[in-house]
Each structure stands twice: as C-alpha cells, then as structure tokens.
C-alpha cells in the first residue's frame, strides 16, 4: 500500500446516486468509523500517504463533521480504539425494526390497505450502490376514498436529549410500474410523538435516481425513477418515541437539489410505496442541512 491515497466513500446526502447508507439497520458513522480504524490498525496500511474522504459535497454535514473527529481521533491524536466508544455508537442501533420491510409487515402495526411487494433491482435502482435485493421490498399504500393508511412502530433505545433524524425513501408506484418520472412530493407523511419535532431542521428532497437503471421500467441510467427521501429531526424526551406513517399530505418544506419544478403532493395519489425507514442520533455540534447547496447543484 506504500504511495498510495486511500479515499473513503461517505456519500449519504445526494440521495439520488451513489449512496453509500445502504442498510437502515446499521449506523453509517459506526461503519465509516470501521474503515478508519483498520486504516490506522492493520499494517498492510502502514505505508500509505494520505488519507481521505469521497465526495464532501455529496455527504450530510452531520458525516462531515463526523469524518473531521474520525481525522483528529486516528490521524492526529494516533488513538487506535474506535472513536465510536466514545459517543456510546453501536453497528444496530435497534431503534427501529424491518425498515426495508424484507419481512413483510412484521415489527409494524397496520391500519387500512397496506401491502408489501418486490420490484427486482429497486434496492440499486432507488439510488442506493449495491444493495440489491435487499431493498427491493417496498411497502405500499393503495388509497381507498374516506379512508387513511397508517403502519406504525415504537422507536426504542432514544437517549433523551439527543437530536436524531429519520429517513424515509419512498416514490409513487403507478409511476413507476408504468415507467414514468415526473418529479413530485409524494403523499406520505411521518409523524413522531413523544419527541420534540424539529420543523426547521426537517425537509422532502425532490429527485430523479442519476446512474441507477431498473431493468423493465427505467432501462437508461440516465433517466431514472423520480423518489422522494424524507427527514424529519426530532429531539429526544425519553427512550422511545411513536413513529407513524401515512398516506396524507406531508405538510413539510420540500426542496430540488438542481432548482428544477416539481409538482406539490397531490391528496388524490392512488399508490405510493416507500422503504429504507431508518433512524440515526445526530452529532451535538453537527449543523443543519435543511438548506444547503450541496456543492452548487
């Protein structure tokens, strides 16, 4: 490994490609911390001359400012435990259970017309690097007039205090099984109680998948399906919290990576399926990134 610059991927904010938080079970920060660790551990890295990460504009600044403490932890301070001890970081958190619904409803608790369904290679095609056919499986909402579809679920393990953010990963399955991409906030709304929503820190991000075919429906790459990846941040007030998810209007603010139009959430939207419902505990000193322009885009 002598001469050699060894990057590491911490690409989880442009949720339209390339992203490296692939399983909603484990703790993104905890596997980066991984890497690092067996960079300033294992002696087949001993030569290397630099070390660094791929690609910041494309990384939340909660990761940013994580990759800045890996840096100073083992390549500054030479420490060779895991940073991760320190911040009392696990690899599966178990704040939530079956956030890819791979076993179909179980760990959730259903009211209305909800079912679970597989669309081969929508692991990779939702935007996510090589996660196919984890991922594949997608719950779905079927509107019934008069009627609203819920599945809820008790977060655990909270520290009290804490910020934590949840995302959610969802598209309009009609669009998608007929192979159409107009960009638009879907109807699917989070919902915590107790815990102290933060509205300011919470947002919908509009996007096309870049570089992720679904063979089928979206055979160019370069024309991929359009999703939504939801993150409502809420503050901590005890160890668990009710997370429940709808499919009514979200009501949050909603944003364009590129400043391209998209249609607001239209109540009347028959199908829409989401996955990848995951919970992460946000670094104190970590800012907002309700708003920012990830490098220009």
């Given at each position: 490994?002598?001469?050699?610059?060894?990057?590491?991927?911490?690409?989880?904010?442009?949720?339209?490609?390339?992203?490296?938080?692939?399983?909603?079970?484990?703790?993104?920060?905890?596997?980066?911390?991984?890497?690092?660790?067996?960079?300033?551990?294992?002696?087949?890295?001993?030569?290397?001359?630099?070390?660094?990460?791929?690609?910041?504009?494309?990384?939340?600044?909660?990761?940013?400012?994580?990759?800045?403490?890996?840096?100073?932890?083992?390549?500054?301070?030479g420490k060779r435990d895991l940073l991760s001890n320190e911040y009392g970081y696990v690899y599966e958190p178990g704040y939530l259970a079956n956030g890819e619904?791979?076993?179909?409803?179980?760990?959730?608790?259903?009211?209305?017309?909800?079912?679970?369904?597989?669309?081969?290679?929508?692991?990779?095609?939702?935007?996510?690097?090589?996660?196919?056919?984890?991922?594949?499986?997608?719950?779905?909402?079927?509107?019934?007039?008069?009627?609203?579809?819920?599945?809820?679920?008790?977060?655990?393990?909270?520290k009290v205090g804490k910020r934590y953010e949840l995302l959610i990963?969802?598209?309009?399955?009609?669009?998608?099984?007929?192979?159409?991409?107009?960009?638009?906030?879907?109807?699917?709304?989070?919902?915590?109680?107790g815990a102290e929503v933060l509205g300011d820190e919470s947002i919908i991000y509009v996007y096309p998948v870049v570089m992720h075919a679904l063979p089928g429906k979206f055979p160019d790459r370069r024309n991929g399906l359009s999703a939504n990846c939801t993150r409502l941040v809420f503050r901590a007030t005890a160890p668990q919290a009710e997370l429940t998810i709808s499919d009514e209007v979200p009501g949050l603010p909603a944003l364009q990576y590129h400043g391209r139009e998209f249609a607001p959430a239209d109540p009347a939207q028959k199908q829409v399926m989401f996955n990848f419902v995951q919970v992460t505990e946000l670094l104190d000193d970590a800012p907002s990134f309700q708003k920012l322009p990830f490098g220009g885009r």
């Open positions: 490994m002598a001469h050699m610059l060894i990057l590491t991927g911490c690409d989880d904010g442009y949720y339209a490609l390339y992203g490296l938080d692939t399983f909603p079970n484990a703790a993104y920060k905890y596997f980066l911390d991984l890497q690092y660790q067996l960079l300033a551990t294992d002696p087949v890295f001993f030569g290397v001359r630099g070390v660094g990460p791929w690609i910041l504009r494309y990384a939340t600044p909660d990761t940013l400012a994580w990759q800045a403490k890996l840096f100073r932890h083992y390549m500054i301070e619904f791979t076993d179909g409803l179980k760990a959730w608790t259903v009211e209305g017309k909800v079912a679970v369904k597989n669309i081969p290679n929508y692991g990779y095609a939702r935007g996510i690097n090589n996660t196919a056919p984890d991922g594949d499986t997608v719950a779905v909402m079927t509107r019934v007039p008069g009627q609203v579809n819920r599945v809820r679920q008790t977060i655990r393990n909270l990963r969802s598209a309009d399955y009609d669009d998608v099984m007929a192979g159409k991409n107009p960009l638009k906030v879907m109807t699917l709304k989070p919902e915590i109680r």
